[in-house]
Every structure is written in C-alpha cells, then in structure tokens.
C-alpha cells in the first residue's frame, strides 16, 4: 500500500506541490504507507532533487508527449503508473491540470474523488476529507469509501513536507500513451511580472467601493512598500478595473497569505471563501455593518481615500 502525489514538471516543486507532498507523508505515515511521487512531464534536476527528500520513491515520465499538457496522455500516465503501485490514496494539487483530471483520475482507478479538500485523515479504514461548502460557511465531511481516493488539495492548506536524511529511488516510467483524440492548435502566453498570489505572504486586495481602477495605482504603491501582491474582488474584476488573475473568490484564486488586507471590500460569502485561509485578516470599509468586520481582527471604519495615504506616509517614514 502507498500514498502517492502528482506533481506536474512545468509547475515545479512550488509552495502548492511541497504542501501537497506534506499531506501525501501525513497520510502515509498514519497508514504506515510509503509515499511515492509521480512527476509528469520533463524534470530538471533540481526539482528532482526536492522531490526525492521527501518522498520513498519517484517515478517520472518525461516521454516526448507529455512536454505539452494534455488531459489525456496526462491522464493516462497517471493512471498507468497508480496502477502499478496500487495506492491508498492520490493527491494532487489545486492547479487547473489536477483539477481538470482528478476525477477522471479517480473512475480510471475505480476509486473515488473530491476536490479543494483542506483536511484529510482516517476513519474506519477510509479516507475522510473536509472541504469548505456554501462559500465557506459550512464544512462538508466527505468520506471516501471506494479506493483510491483522489484528492487535489487547497493550496497552502498543509504545510510542507520535512526533508528526509535517506533519499528516494528514482525510476523512469515505461509507458504506452496512444494517441490524442485533441490536438493543440495555438498556445497564448501572458506575461506575468509578479509573483503568483496563491504563494503571497501580504495581500492589499481592493473592493466595488475603490469606485474605478484609479485607486488601484494607489494600492500597487501601498503595496510596494511592505513587499504585497496586489489583489481585487470579482466586482471589481467584472468592472475592467483589473485583470481577472486578480481576483480572489470563489470563482477566482484561494489564497492563505500571512495579512489579507481588504479594502473597500463588502465581504459577500463567494469572496470570502477565497480568503478564508488568510492568518490575520484587518480591513478598510466606510460601511461599519459589513460582513468583512466579522472575519477580521482588524478593522477600520473610514472612507479608504483617508486612511490609504496615511498608511503610505507612516510606511515611508518607517522605512527611511
């Protein structure tokens, strides 16, 4: 019996896969399991490397068709190597690849799937994992009873795994991946000049009330100064004040950054869901009855035009 993680080689071993890997020993070590890592995809040696202090075993398929992603050969891979090892349970992480094929991850093995899970443990044999419902006012108990279970994990939701003083065997997968039913036409890149904000340890995320996309010049200097990512709520994505890889929520991107700090922001469910992870959260809001008062433990009522140019002011004096 195993535990194995999914790891994609284009993502690298970034904060979402090490904590991925974090619950992959958690679960493993409860079970008195091995945990074994699959990476997908060509691998430099560096992200092999981190991988192989932390698992028992990797096993990499870096055949020519998988250096693009597509669901199937991805899929199939996957499928072919847990096969083999025969696991208790399959993780993987909360990007778009893990949560396009989980599922079908989970009906290739006969197993059972749920996704953005935040806890996971064992009852009766099973795995049982939690998850936030309804916006993140409920927590919905989820118990898998058909193995394996495959999970993708909310980002930031455990910790890494310790590096481990023995070193895992690494082996190459031999597979037979056939043909893709889709093919790639055209690939879009955008250029990102920031860090990603699921890995942002401080957020100034900014609300409908800024009233326009002028006030977010004001919170990319606020936000400069202390070394935050800047992020936006879904109105005032929808608004074309931002673009929408801004937006927490939801619909948009999970966060758990150490300060979340929302302002001008009312504090609907489908926004908190995407925050509710953050460790300190303190907000900016001229409306005193807003839901976003009762998440915070701090909290300031005022029209943000006063109270953002002041925080800018104390900043730079600290900092001189």
Known sequence: MSVVICLFAKNGFDRAGQGVAGAGRRLADELGAKLQAIIIGAADAAMIDAVKTVADGVTIAAQSELSDYQSELYLSAAAQICQSLAPKAVLLS???????IAARLAHRLGGSAAGDVTSIALHDGNVRARRSVYGGKAEAVIELKRSPAVLWIRARAFDPAPARESVADVNQA???LGDARTRIVERKSE????ARLEDAQI????GRGLGGPE??????ALAALVGAQVAASRAACDSGWCPPTWQVGQTGKKVAPQLYLAIAIHGASQHLAGMSDSKIVAAINIDKDAPIFKHCKFGIVEDYRKVVPLLKEKLAAAQA
Do not use: H, M, V
């Open 94 to 100: 909360n990007d778009t690849y893990s949560q396009e």
């Open 215 to 220: 006030p977010f010049e004001d919170l990319k």
């Open 191 to 194: 250029a990102i000049t920031e």
């Open 203 to 206: 957020i100034i995320s900014g």
């Open 174 to 176: 031999a597979l037979t």
